[in-house]
Each structure stands twice: as structure tokens, then as C-alpha cells.
């Protein structure tokens, strides 16, 4: 069955330390990943795509995700997390189809 | 500016009426998708349309109808027959070509009174 995984409900950060967030998925296509951004009360903002090429991926507000095929893996990080990054962050994959699947979320809070 | 348009931003509906929000997109995307959102739950699709005047049922499309007269526009109706409407509901659209990607609105609150 298709899945799409994100084993940590919660994780809290210091300013300026570094993150990853954990993305795991069962897909039998090649698949799309995608990681987006949700502050509360507000719609998801794409953060950073893969579907092919470089397995190392840059997005947006300074987060990468590297795509690894033999782990099934689609890990979000950042070097320094701002103050700012506190939100809640869902990992999808989808195969160009009209089907996408979303984890259940990550939420990040980041201490000052 | 491209985007997705959703409103309105806060509803209420009482027991037995039913309500539709609105989304409109001019981004020139044929797809187009209503997706719920519960606390702890992720997003779980209620209809998509991928192209005008045909959409599709999708996981927990009952006690929700949709429409798809115009390429831009994918009103959402919760009818009285959708029994735990209360919830955050966003609407998206997706991008053709390598690496079709699913763009989001800013979504709409439904409460029931």
C-alpha cells in the first residue's frame, strides 16, 4: 500500500542549531516528493520538490531534502533554524497522477 | 500575482443547512482538489476535477458535492448530510509538465453551531 510516513509528531530545536525531519515512503512508482510549510490557521507552502535528477534538493527559506532510494527516505534539514521556522511541516509523494499522499505532520517548535 | 483564492476564511453553519465555500485559481492549472484537515490527521482528499465539467470522488467525498463549470473556479457545498463537518478545508490546483506539484490556498475554517 501507498504511505507516506513522518515517525515524529513533535520535535523542539534551539535557535540555531540544526534540523531534520524524517520522511519515509512505501510507493511502488518512481515517486514525487514534495516537503511543504504550514503556520496555524494558514494553507501549505511548497518548500522543495523532487522528481528527478540530483538527489539533493534546495528550497526555499534555506531547507534541503535528500532523496534516498535504497532507505525509502525523503529527509528534510536545515543547517541554523530561525525563530521563524516554527510551524508544522508535512512530507507527500505523489507519481504524476491525479493521487497525491501526505504524512499526518511534523511540528517544530524552536526555543529561543 | 498567481495564486488560489479560497472564501470565505470563516464560517458557520447551523445543524441542517448547507454551505459552500469558494476557491478560484488563475494559475491556468487543469487540476483542482478539496482536501480536509483534522488535528493529527494530515490531509484527506474530498473531490478532485481534472478537467472542466468532470470531477471525481475522492476518499471522504460523502456529505460533500462539488462543481466545475469554469476552468478557474471549484466551489465546495458541505451539505446537512456530512455529519462532522467542522474542520479546516483547502482547496489546491496542480501544475502541469515534470514534476506536476499541488499548490495550495490559504483554506477556510467551517464551524458548526
Known amino acids: 500500500a501507498q504511505s507516506v510516513t513522518q515517525p515524529d509528531i513533535h520535535i523542539t530545536v534551539s535557535e540555531g542549531a540544526s534540523l531534520e525531519l524524517r520522511c519515509n515512503y512505501s510507493y511502488g512508482a518512481t515517486p514525487y516528493l514534495f516537503w511543504y510549510v504550514q503556520s496555524p490557521g494558514q494553507g501549505l507552502q511548497l518548500l522543495l520538490k523532487?522528481?528527478?535528477?540530483?538527489?539533493l534538493v534546495q528550497g526555499i527559506k534555506g531547507f534541503e531534502a535528500e532523496f534516498k532510494r535504497s532507505q525509502s527516505s525523503f529527509n528534510l534539514r536545515k543547517p541554523s533554524v530561525h525563530w521563524s521556522d516554527a510551524a508544522e511541516y508535512f512530507c507527500?509523494?505523489?507519481?504524476?497522477?491525479?493521487?497525491?499522499?501526505f504524512g499526518t505532520g511534523t511540528r517544530l517548535k524552536v526555543l529561543a | 500575482d498567481g495564486g488560489i483564492t479560497q472564501s470565505p476564511k470563516y464560517l458557520f453553519r447551523k445543524e441542517g443547512q448547507n454551505v459552500t465555500l469558494s476557491c478560484e485559481q488563475n494559475?491556468?492549472?487543469?487540476?483542482m482538489y478539496w482536501y480536509r484537515q483534522d488535528p493529527g490527521q494530515g490531509l484527506r482528499l474530498i473531490y478532485y476535477s481534472q478537467i472542466v465539467n468532470d470531477f471525481q470522488k475522492g476518499d471522504i467525498a460523502e456529505g460533500y458535492s462539488v462543481s466545475r463549470e469554469k476552468k478557474e473556479s471549484f466551489p465546495l457545498t458541505v451539505t446537512s448530510a456530512q455529519k462532522n463537518p467542522t474542520a479546516f478545508y483547502l482547496c489546491a490546483s496542480r501544475s502541469q509538465g515534470p514534476g506536476n506539484t499541488i499548490y495550495f490556498g490559504e483554506g477556510s475554517w467551517l464551524t458548526v453551531v
Open positions: 507527500a509523494v505523489g507519481s504524476g497522477t491525479y493521487k497525491y499522499i
Open positions: 494559475l491556468n492549472h487543469d487540476a
Open positions: 523532487y522528481f528527478s535528477g540530483d538527489t
